[in-house]
């Protein structure tokens, strides 16, 4: 009791530190919970409570939806690490707030915060696409969902490394050879299978091997309707969990046996396999396949997740404006953790919105962790956390450390490749760098955002010609993508081609009156120009629309011009103020 006295005492320095003084929410809650603590209310200490007494949420507050509580327990936890390494450091009685707490211990120093969730090294799995007979559009169709749910209900598996799908797209071929693919993939197991026609219905038969041996370990065959086999992916997943020695967590539900639920997860399907081509095209039929879903099955929550998620990268590698996109996106990403609040891919997408389009770090950094902890194998959610948290607050080591795993699920994807190219450069080896984002621009035939980023990272060490002999390479994927043009106008202009690069100023303009033409793209544009105002106005038109490119702000080689000038410093503090308090 006289630690915890003390501890009462020590409360007001606490809260008049610089770490606390210019935060009232902080001091606010601080101190509601040592107070309740030293007064024996920890019955009190409950994150509903916590929510609507010091947040000021409504009586109807659901915190599995609203992250508000934890997120700010995540700042908590920083700052008073900040506070007991600064001022604080001889305070006889430390006060600290363990992880997956909010009651506040009196003792000793904090624990570190907890890592994001480590991918268990072993057995490792790759599920391979199933075979079905060439030209049945339908049968590939139906294969496809079901590879995908396999994959989808083995991801779930604490303790069980799944290589994701698009590693494994490569082996779809009939007489594939399992040794040669478990060694491309360094996996310790395969499970395949093949889907035939079987009268009115289907037959579907899977099998187990074991690639140190090559020997089967589990096989079976199942006879139904295309409805009846989607049901079959959590029993099989059982019985694949169990030979390997895996525990497996209770399935989150069963699937409906109808036939909207069969279209809906077609068009599921459909839409997560253009979303991951990214480009324009390829995201605005993604999102309609997604709304398809959602009009088949209401209920069905990745494919709310899913529209969500497609809408917002929209705008970032698409052709839509964030002010077209963003608030409906958010409506949808809401929807889909009302109908399932453990849904990874909902919380992915919502902590890339929190990041790209409002630039509330600490709860995307809560969004993409809760996500993770859900299912340590989601792939995007490292990708995203690295690239949309970690690297725009140069927090390069999370940043590599993130995207070092996301290698382990797919290490065939030129999104990874790309951003870890950059990744490489950002932090002072432009050799690698270089190498890994050639080799992104390779593994696609139709993503082209290796080709920009490469030629930032060459435009940030001068190479302005080499630059822009990239993007021309991209132009027949590109086409007249504004976001290419605009670039390669930022490097004509660095040549001294400014005659060309206002030429390509003027066609922007243009376009912009009738489609979708980024402000600040049009602000870098001008700034290589050396229209200063012009470009200084055009940045802050992007920072009043939230175009996402903003937090790359502090990274982007071709805005430097601008970094002298009042509206460049007023939206930097703006954008990275909270992630420095």
Request: overall charge neutral.
């Amino acid at each position: 009791m006289e630690q915890q006295d003390q501890a009462g005492a020590l409360l007001r320095g606490i809260l008049s530190s610089p770490q606390f003084a210019q935060s009232r929410r902080m001091q606010r809650f601080l101190a509601v919970i040592v107070e309740r603590a030293l007064a024996g209310r920890t019955e009190d200490l409950k994150e509903y409570t916590i929510g609507v007494e010091v947040f000021d949420r409504p009586a109807d507050y659901d915190p599995r939806i609203d992250s508000i509580v934890r997120v700010e327990a995540r700042r908590l936890r920083r700052k008073l690490r900040e506070y007991y390494a600064g001022p604080g450091k001889k305070d006889a009685v430390v006060i600290s707030l363990p992880e997956g707490s909010y009651i506040p211990r009196f003792s000793g120093l904090s624990a570190p915060a907890a890592a994001p969730p480590a991918l268990t090294p072993c057995p490792r799995l790759a599920v391979l696409p199933l075979e079905t007979v060439p030209g049945s559009p339908d049968a590939l169709m139906l294969a496809g969902a079901l590879t995908d749910d396999f994959l989808a209900s083995l991801a779930r598996i604490p303790g069980l490394l799944v290589v994701t799908r698009s590693s494994t797209l490569r082996f779809s071929q009939p007489g594939r050879d399992l040794k040669s693919a478990s060694a491309e993939l360094g996996v310790d197991w395969i499970l395949e299978g093949s889907l035939r026609r079987a009268g009115d219905g289907w037959r579907l038969n899977v099998l187990l091997a074991e690639c140190a041996t090559g020997f089967a370990r589990w096989s079976a065959s199942f006879s139904a309707g295309a409805v009846q086999l989607q049901t079959l992916h959590e029993p099989i997943a059982r019985e694949v969990a169990s030979r390997l020695g895996v525990p497996m967590p209770v399935p989150a539900g069963a699937a409906s046996d109808s036939d909207a639920a069969l279209s809906a997860f077609r068009h599921l399907l459909e839409g997560r396999h253009l979303m991951l081509q990214m480009t324009p095209r390829s995201l605005r039929r993604a999102a309609e396949a997604f709304r398809r879903a959602t009009q088949a099955d209401p209920m069905l929550a990745p494919a709310w997740a899913g529209l969500g998620g497609s809408m917002l990268l929209m705008s970032i590698f698409g052709d839509t404006a964030p002010t077209m996109v963003a608030t409906e996106a958010r409506g949808f990403l809401q929807r889909a953790l009302e109908l399932n609040p453990e849904l990874p891919q909902a919380h992915v997408w919502r902590g890339f919105y929190h990041a790209t389009y409002e630039w509330r770090w600490d709860a995307a950094e809560e969004d993409f962790l809760r996500a993770l902890e859900i299912n340590p194998n989601i792939f995007m959610g490292r990708v995203w956390l690295a690239a949309a948290v970690y690297a725009p607050l140069r927090r390069y080591g999370e940043a590599h450390n993130q995207l070092s795993l996301a290698r382990g699920l797919d290490s065939a994807s030129p999104v990874l490749h790309a951003l870890e190219g950059l990744l490489a450069a950002q932090t002072g080896d432009l050799a690698s760098g270089l190498r890994l984002l050639r080799a992104a621009r390779g593994l696609s035939q139709t993503f082209y955002g290796a080709h920009h980023l490469e030629a930032r990272v060459l435009a940030a060490h001068g190479d302005f010609q080499h630059a822009l002999d990239v993007l021309e390479e991209a132009r027949p994927r590109a086409g007249s993508d504004p976001r290419n043009l605009a670039l390669i106008a930022c490097l004509k202009a660095r040549l001294g081609q400014t005659e060309e690069a206002s030429e390509i100023a003027v066609s922007l303009r243009k376009t912009a009156e009738h489609a979708y033409v980024s402000v600040y793209d049009m602000a870098t544009v001008y700034a290589n120009l050396g229209d200063l105002p012009t470009a200084a106005a055009c940045l802050m038109q992007a920072y009043s629309e939230h175009e996402p490119w903003l937090v790359y702000l502090r990274q982007d080689p071709l805005i430097r011009p601008l970094e002298g000038t009042p509206q460049y410093a007023e939206i930097e503090r703006a954008l990275f103020s909270q992630s420095e308090e």
